[in-house]
């Protein structure tokens, strides 16, 4: 399930969604505790809790695999939270989109919209 048409997850398992014929520029963070939050710039910010049975967190792309992105399940088996930051792209100039990817230790399936 979807929240905010953004980021959806369950038990191992996280989907962002984003505009497939623009590029998109991922940015991904790892963080000890919960880091600040900081809207100002993005056009969605959301954050859900995942899951991860087995200790791995790697983000793919469903049609050419998990490209060079690290594991973000940093602490191996156990919850985290995922703060997604969406930035849509310059419809006109046809530039990329922008996602900023933040992942810390912590529990709870609650979804936050922090700017939607």
Same mark, same amino acid.
């Given at each position: %399930?979807? +929240?905010?048409?953004?980021?959806?997850?369950?038990?191992?398992? %996280?989907?962002?969604?984003? +505009?497939?014929?623009?590029?998109?520029?991922?940015?991904?963070?790892?963080?000890?505790?919960?880091?600040p939050v900081e809207v100002k710039g993005w056009d969605k910010v959301i954050e859900v809790g995942y899951q991860s049975?087995?200790?791995?967190?790697?983000? %793919?792309?469903?049609?050419?695999?998990?490209?060079?992105?690290?594991?973000?399940?940093?602490?191996?088996?156990? +919850?985290?939270?995922?703060?997604? +930051?969406?930035?849509?792209?310059d419809w006109e100039a046809f530039t990329p989109q922008h996602l900023l990817v933040m992942v810390y230790p912590g529990?709870?399936?609650?979804?936050?919209?922090?700017?939607?």
């Amino acid at each position: %399930m979807l +929240h905010g048409d953004l980021v959806g997850t369950a038990p191992g398992y %996280m989907e962002i969604d984003f +505009h497939s014929d623009y590029e998109v520029c991922v940015t991904t963070e790892t963080y000890k505790r919960r880091p600040p939050v900081e809207v100002k710039g993005w056009d969605k910010v959301i954050e859900v809790g995942y899951q991860s049975p087995t200790g791995g967190f790697v983000l %793919m792309d469903p049609f050419y695999g998990p490209g060079e992105l690290p594991n973000l399940a940093f602490r191996g088996k156990g +919850h985290y939270r995922v703060r997604v +930051h969406y930035r849509e792209p310059d419809w006109e100039a046809f530039t990329p989109q922008h996602l900023l990817v933040m992942v810390y230790p912590g529990g709870g399936d609650q979804v936050i919209d922090l700017k939607d």
